[in-house]
């Protein structure tokens, strides 16, 4: 009974995560229509963030997580002005330049990290939660699970509730109808990226105390936000959250009761199956030609 | 100049050249210089066990060169180790293989595993002497490749043999470890056995990928089993791992085979959870290290240069690359020739090889096919007061003679090569 309920707040947690890294690519793709190679990287940027400023000068980690999402949020910002705008009818030439950007920021991480063992975070939030006499949360995982949650919330609302998140919304539908009713692409394209990748940013920061940071980390970001995003539906923000917390659930079970290479694997399979029964995804919808 | 998508380009590609060339120390221009390679990793999941070993053997050769070399053959040379990143990739292994030999490296060292695969057919066909950190890269085709320095991870057998006899109490133990064949499993093989021959039953073996992102669920899925060992058979990550641990309240007892940046460990944790953790790998300011039986040149004065120099960057392998150059350097004397070959015959030629920890003898050909490796004594350390202290050595040739059987059986059942 201990494992299993640690296993359910593990999977939470892992969910957040999961979700944080996963709307933030299905958000560029749905509107901008570019597969951004360079995501995880994003993640790997609010990671290194923390830890420069925090770990190494100081800065106070509450201050040190909005500094990560704008750092990251102007790297989007960047790529979508000077890499994705010009190629925007080619999106073979912006996968291409998303893994351009890949490399340019693993080097960066190299330049300002050094090259040596991977970088870490001493928790800002050090004290231990204990519900009964079982059930045992560092208060730093409760602290990320709470903002990535907050985070998704307030997307939601913005998505839903304002007229840009309509706009966004609108363009990831039919981007030349929502031109013809006077919506700025470019300008949704900023917003779309920009908060992909703050979210991203967001998430490496918060991820910083809790694993090991090096400048390869947005590797495992990237093919854990594909499996989310394909498993959800391509495109689907609500299919994306969705997916990321049934995968967390799936893969925290599977590695607890049996281990983590089992774990990778029947997560893959998760992918497959649901790609054999349907292709679109749990909440994808098929789009006609 | 405006940033353009051309300019990014441009530099994307000039990232990507410099990351791919080979580092070098300072040339030492007017000098016969002999250059010794490292085809190591300094980049990636595997740079710490790659990066430290380069800046360990440019502080040995610089206090070499500082002497005025060393004389092989009545010539005096220069020692240049000349690093290359291979990032674990085997491609670029064998790149850095070629770039070496072709700038005339006299041996090139090695972490192991499937990049000393790509390269030692080649290295037998051109007569290049290689080293390598893992004994099970050597088949009874290897013979070119030596294991003079670390023996991983036969030597895991002290710690835990240690445990058993300052803890008889602790019965039971469970594992986790990387699910590669290099390292992780190999390790867990020796752990497995070494626990086995103390008779502590292993209640559970948690293999994982590199791809965790969460340890949590692996550290409570073992301690549900409630083990009084917590071992981590050879794991990049022990840092989250112990967190984790930390973070369950666990009291039982933890071994390790590494334990590097452990300052880093006692911040995550505190330095009270982390008394008294087991693992392999000393400071070289122990005191224990500073005898004259310890064949390291000055251990001491290398720790405070390596700290001084290289902060934060200190590793299982920062001795052991130039452990292997300085065993290169005795040998080449000993045969008055840097040919690789000749160095080679020298090495071999003596039945009780320098090791760091005090001679050693040949050992393999039982195990992997060829007497290739170097096995001797080995410290037992433990984390005191906040730091690694020597509490023992122990031979790891006794442990191996005693219970190769087990170890045999042990790694064949996780489907290891042995002969």
């Given at each position: 009974?201990?494992?299993?309920?640690?296993?359910?707040?593990?999977?939470?947690?892992?969910?957040?995560?999961?979700a944080l890294?996963a709307v933030g690519l299905v958000l560029i793709f749905g509107v901008m229509g570019v597969?951004n190679?360079?995501?995880?990287?994003?993640?790997?940027?609010?990671?290194?963030?923390?830890?420069?400023?925090?770990?190494?000068?100081?800065?106070?980690?509450?201050?040190?997580?909005?500094?990560?999402?704008?750092?990251?949020m102007?790297?989007g910002l960047?790529?979508e002005?000077?890499?994705f705008r010009?190629?925007r009818?080619?999106?073979?030439?912006?996968?291409?330049?998303?893994?351009?950007?890949?490399?340019?920021?693993?080097?960066?991480?190299?330049?300002?990290?050094?090259?040596?063992?991977?970088?870490?975070?001493?928790?800002?939030?050090?004290?231990?939660?204990?519900?009964?006499?079982?059930?045992?949360?560092?208060?730093?995982?409760?602290?990320?699970?709470?903002?990535?949650i907050a985070s998704l919330g307030v997307l939601w609302f913005f998505l839903t509730k304002t007229k840009l998140g309509w706009a966004l919304r609108a363009v990831a539908l039919d981007r030349e109808a929502s031109a013809l009713q006077g919506i700025n692409i470019n300008r949704i394209s900023m917003i779309a990226i920009g908060v992909g990748a703050a979210m991203?940013?967001?998430?490496?920061?918060?991820?910083?105390?809790?694993?090991?940071?090096?400048?390869?980390?947005?590797?495992?970001?990237?093919?854990?936000?594909?499996?989310?995003t394909?498993?959800g539906g391509v495109g689907s923000l609500s299919g994306a959250v969705a997916?990321?917390?049934?995968?967390?659930?799936?893969?925290?079970?599977?590695?607890?009761?049996?281990?983590?290479?089992?774990?990778?694997?029947?997560?893959?399979?998760?992918?497959?199956?649901?790609?054999?029964?349907?292709?679109t995804g749990?909440m994808g919808v098929k789009v006609s030609? | 100049?405006?940033?353009?998508?051309?300019?990014?380009?441009?530099?994307?590609?000039?990232?990507?050249?410099?990351?791919?060339?080979?580092?070098?120390?300072?040339?030492?221009?007017?000098?016969?210089?002999?250059?010794?390679?490292?085809?190591?990793?300094?980049?990636?999941?595997?740079?710490?066990?790659?990066?430290?070993?380069?800046?360990?053997?440019?502080?040995?050769?610089?206090?070499?060169?500082?002497?005025?070399?060393?004389?092989?053959?009545?010539?005096?040379?220069?020692?240049?180790?000349?690093?290359?990143?291979?990032?674990?990739?085997?491609?670029?292994?064998?790149?850095?293989?070629?770039?070496?030999?072709?700038?005339?490296?006299?041996?090139?060292?090695?972490?192991?595993?499937?990049?000393?695969?790509?390269?030692?057919?080649?290295?037998?066909?051109?007569?290049?002497?290689?080293?390598?950190?893992?004994?099970?890269?050597?088949?009874?085709?290897?013979?070119?490749?030596?294991?003079?320095?670390?023996?991983?991870?036969?030597?895991?057998?002290?710690?835990?043999?240690?445990?058993?006899?300052?803890?008889?109490?602790?019965?039971?133990?469970?594992?986790?470890?990387?699910?590669?064949?290099?390292?992780?499993?190999?390790?867990?093989?020796?752990?497995?056995?070494?626990?086995?021959?103390?008779?502590?039953?292993?209640?559970?073996?948690?293999?994982?990928?590199?791809?965790?992102?969460?340890?949590?669920?692996?550290?409570?899925?073992?301690?549900?089993?409630?083990?009084?060992?917590?071992?981590?058979?050879?794991?990049?990550?022990?840092?989250?791992?112990?967190?984790?641990?930390?973070?369950?309240?666990?009291?039982?007892?933890?071994?390790?085979?590494?334990?590097?940046?452990?300052?880093?460990?006692?911040?995550?944790?505190?330095?009270?959870?982390?008394?008294?953790?087991?693992?392999?790998?000393?400071?070289?300011?122990?005191?224990?290290?500073?005898?004259?039986?310890?064949?390291?040149?000055?251990?001491?004065?290398?720790?405070?240069?390596?700290?001084?120099?290289?902060?934060?960057?200190?590793?299982?392998?920062?001795?052991?690359?130039?452990?292997?150059?300085?065993?290169?350097?005795?040998?080449?004397?000993?045969?008055?020739?840097?040919?690789?070959?000749?160095?080679?015959?020298?090495?071999?030629?003596?039945?009780?090889?320098?090791?760091?920890?005090?001679?050693?003898?040949?050992?393999?050909?039982?195990?992997?096919?060829?007497?290739?490796?170097?096995?001797?004594?080995?410290?037992?350390?433990?984390?005191?007061?906040?730091?690694?202290?020597?509490?023992?050595?122990?031979?790891?040739?006794?442990?191996?003679?005693?219970?190769?059987?087990?170890?045999?059986?042990?790694?064949?059942?996780?489907?290891?090569?042995?002969?």
């Amino acid at each position: 009974m201990e494992l299993f309920l640690q296993s359910i707040v593990n999977s939470l947690i892992q969910g957040g995560f999961f979700a944080l890294w996963a709307v933030g690519l299905v958000l560029i793709f749905g509107v901008m229509g570019v597969v951004n190679f360079a995501h995880g990287e994003l993640v790997m940027v609010g990671a290194y963030t923390v830890w420069l400023l925090h770990a190494q000068n100081d800065v106070p980690f509450l201050i040190a997580i909005p500094v990560a999402i704008i750092i990251a949020m102007m790297i989007g910002l960047v790529m979508e002005r000077f890499l994705f705008r010009p190629n925007r009818t080619d999106p073979l030439a912006g996968l291409i330049c998303s893994i351009g950007v890949l490399f340019i920021l693993q080097v960066i991480a190299h330049e300002v990290g050094g090259t040596g063992p991977a970088k870490q975070v001493a928790p800002p939030f050090n004290q231990i939660v204990e519900i009964g006499e079982s059930l045992r949360i560092p208060m730093q995982r409760l602290f990320s699970l709470g903002v990535a949650i907050a985070s998704l919330g307030v997307l939601w609302f913005f998505l839903t509730k304002t007229k840009l998140g309509w706009a966004l919304r609108a363009v990831a539908l039919d981007r030349e109808a929502s031109a013809l009713q006077g919506i700025n692409i470019n300008r949704i394209s900023m917003i779309a990226i920009g908060v992909g990748a703050a979210m991203a940013g967001l998430a490496g920061a918060l991820m910083a105390p809790l694993q090991n940071i090096t400048p390869h980390m947005g590797h495992n970001v990237i093919i854990t936000a594909f499996i989310v995003t394909i498993v959800g539906g391509v495109g689907s923000l609500s299919g994306a959250v969705a997916a990321a917390f049934i995968y967390a659930a799936f893969h925290t079970f599977v590695t607890a009761y049996f281990n983590g290479t089992v774990a990778t694997i029947c997560g893959l399979l998760i992918m497959v199956v649901v790609l054999i029964i349907k292709p679109t995804g749990i909440m994808g919808v098929k789009v006609s030609e | 100049m405006g940033i353009t998508r051309r300019n990014l380009l441009r530099g994307t590609a000039a990232g990507i050249a410099v990351a791919g060339t080979g580092f070098s120390t300072q040339l030492l221009a007017g000098q016969k210089t002999v250059k010794i390679g490292l085809n190591i990793p300094m980049t990636g999941d595997y740079a710490p066990w790659g990066l430290p070993g380069l800046y360990g053997c440019n502080i040995v050769a610089n206090n070499i060169n500082a002497a005025g070399g060393v004389e092989i053959g009545g010539e005096t040379y220069m020692i240049e180790p000349v690093g290359y990143d291979h990032g674990y990739d085997t491609e670029k292994a064998i790149t850095g293989y070629n770039t070496l030999r072709h700038d005339d490296a006299a041996m090139i060292m090695m972490l192991g595993g499937s990049t000393v695969g790509s390269i030692i057919g080649r290295a037998q066909r051109n007569k290049m002497l290689v080293s390598t950190l893992l004994p099970s890269d050597i088949t009874p085709d290897t013979s070119n490749l030596v294991a003079p320095s670390e023996s991983h991870p036969l030597y895991n057998c002290t710690g835990v043999d240690w445990l058993a006899d300052n803890f008889p109490d602790a019965k039971s133990a469970v594992i986790v470890t990387t699910n590669d064949i290099e390292y992780g499993q190999q390790s867990a093989a020796v752990y497995q056995a070494a626990f086995e021959a103390r008779g502590i039953e292993v209640l559970d073996t948690n293999f994982h990928g590199f791809d965790v992102t969460d340890f949590a669920p692996i550290v409570q899925g073992l301690l549900a089993s409630k083990p009084d060992i917590f071992c981590m058979a050879t794991d990049v990550y022990t840092t989250p791992l112990i967190e984790a641990l930390y973070n369950q309240g666990y009291e039982g007892k933890i071994i390790s085979c590494t334990l590097d940046l452990y300052d880093e460990v006692i911040a995550k944790t505190s330095k009270e959870f982390v008394e008294g953790i087991i693992f392999q790998f000393p400071d070289f300011d122990d005191p224990a290290l500073q005898s004259d039986d310890i064949l390291f040149p000055d251990p001491s004065g290398f720790w405070d240069t390596f700290q001084k120099d290289y902060p934060g960057q200190w590793s299982a392998v920062a001795w052991e690359y130039p452990a292997n150059l300085v065993t290169w350097v005795s040998a080449a004397q000993a045969a008055g020739s840097i040919e690789p070959m000749d160095v080679l015959a020298a090495m071999k030629a003596n039945p009780n090889p320098p090791h760091v920890f005090g001679t050693g003898k040949w050992w393999g050909k039982d195990l992997y096919g060829l007497d290739n490796c170097v096995v001797g004594r080995w410290p037992v350390v433990t984390m005191q007061n906040g730091r690694a202290r020597i509490v023992e050595f122990r031979d790891v040739g006794a442990w191996l003679d005693k219970n190769l059987d087990i170890l045999k059986r042990k790694m064949q059942d996780l489907g290891l090569r042995t002969v």
